[in-house]
């Protein structure tokens, strides 16, 4: 289920404050330098740099 668009306007990258696209079961930072992906578990966003992916 995706998330709401209102919510997506809201939400930042919390290592870097840029914005988030949702991709798949994650949010990924639009940063070029951070680009972190986030982690949607049952529909909740975990916005903890601790449990993000690094890009490859």
């Not at 914005?19 to 949010?27: G, I, T, V």
């Not at 070029?32 to 890009?55: F, N, S, T, W």
Request: hydrophobic share 40%; glycine share 4%; aromatic share 2%.
């Amino acid at each position: 289920m995706p998330l709401e668009a209102g919510l997506l306007e809201i939400l930042a990258c919390p290592a870097c404050h840029s914005a988030l696209d949702e991709r798949d079961s994650e949010l990924v930072c639009t940063s070029k330098e951070c680009g972190l992906a986030y982690p949607v578990r049952d529909d909740i966003p975990v916005l903890l740099v601790d449990e993000a992916r690094h890009p490859a």
